[in-house]
Antibody
Framework: EVQLVESGGDLVQPGGSLRLSCAAS????????MSWVRQAPGKGLEWVSS????????HLADSVKGRFTISRDNSRDIVYLQMTSLRGEDTATYYC????????????WGQGTLVVVSS | EIVLTQSPATLSLSPGERATLSCRAS??????LAWYQHKPGQAPRLLIF???SRATGIPARFSGSGSGADFTLTISSLEPDDFAVYYC?????????FGGGTKVEIK
């Protein structure tokens, strides 16, 4: 059974930093791209970032480019989202997803971790 | 950026009724379109990929159709477990984008 477990969400002040983690199990991690998608309170889904199976070719949404970094540790089956210079509009539940490719659909999703940016 | 417009925003139906959800793209996405079901507090679930292929374990009452810029998700006979929000998602071009969602609620 595929499992994706996000962690690291927290209350953080504007301008602060946070690192989200997503622990994967139940599939061969190195065969799949991984993505982060977020959902602001009361809003729809927004793609944030994707990284290919080999940890190369990271892609970021314009709204987070220069502030967020995606990475993965293929020895530990974990994908990360490093978030810096956080803003109020980054407040959202962040979902990790197993993707068919960095430009593909998401096969499986985690339950999400909540990030609140507020003073 | 490809904009996906879903309609209606809310669909009020009774169990057993047919649900028809629309997703229109601002330009052609060929068949690079997926549909997800999302319930509060849960992980989104892939229903349909490549516009019309059902994902593993998805019941046959869910079907997708369309190509180019107009797509439809049909639930042939609503079960109590089907009341949720449904999102379409294009992966034809970056940035990947999602529609605003259609909430299927119990009438």
């Amino acid at each position: 059974e595929v499992q994706l477990v996000e962690s690291g969400g927290d209350l953080v002040q504007p301008g602060g930093s946070l690192r989200l983690s997503c622990a994967a199990s139940g599939f061969t991690f190195t065969n799949y791209a991984m993505s982060w998608v977020r959902q602001a309170p009361g809003k729809g889904l927004e793609w944030v970032s994707s990284i290919n199976a080999g940890a190369g070719s990271p892609h970021l949404a314009d709204s987070v480019k220069g502030r967020f970094t995606i990475s993965r540790d293929n020895s530990r089956d974990i994908v990360y989202l490093q978030m810096t210079s956080l803003r109020g509009e980054d407040t959202a539940t962040y979902y990790c997803a197993r993707a068919i490719s960095t430009r593909g659909y998401n096969l499986d999703w985690g339950q999400g971790t909540l990030v609140v940016v507020s003073s | 950026e490809i904009v996906l417009t879903q309609s209606p925003a809310t669909l009020s139906l009774s169990p057993g009724e047919r649900a028809t959800l629309s997703c229109r793209a601002s330009q052609s996405v060929t068949n690079y379109l997926a549909w997800y079901q999302h319930k509060p507090g849960q992980a989104p679930r892939l229903l349909i990929f490549d516009a019309s292929s059902r994902a593993t374990g998805i019941p046959a009452r869910f079907s997708g159709s369309g190509s180019g810029a107009d797509f439809t998700l049909t639930i042939s006979s609503l079960e109590p477990d089907d009341f949720a929000v449904y999102y379409c998602h294009q992966h034809s071009d970056r940035p990947l984008t999602f529609g605003g969602g259609t909430k299927v609620e119990i009438k």
